[in-house]
């Protein structure tokens, strides 16, 4: 997997948070950021390592298994 020699670190940006409203706002102030997101490498690649396997028990499975998320 090309994670797996990728650096230990994965960095990634996430949304856009806005900043709570605010009356008067300086011209360059800013009104939100984007989430930074960090990961460790490794703990990233057993959890992905582990959806494979199971995707692949719902693959094999003839349709009597399923694969159910809350969404992404």
């Given at each position: 997997m090309l994670l797996a020699i990728g650096p230990l670190e994965l960095k990634l940006t996430g949304p856009f948070?806005?900043?709570?409203?605010?009356?008067?706002?300086?011209?360059?102030?800013?009104?939100?950021?984007?989430?930074k997101l960090s990961y460790d490498r490794d703990n990233l690649l057993t959890v992905i390592n582990q959806l494979v396997v199971w995707c692949n028990l719902v693959s094999n499975s003839a349709g009597e298994r399923y694969l159910h998320h809350g969404g992404i």
């Open positions: 948070i806005l900043l709570p409203k605010k009356e008067i706002r300086m011209p360059n102030e800013p009104y939100g950021y984007y989430e």
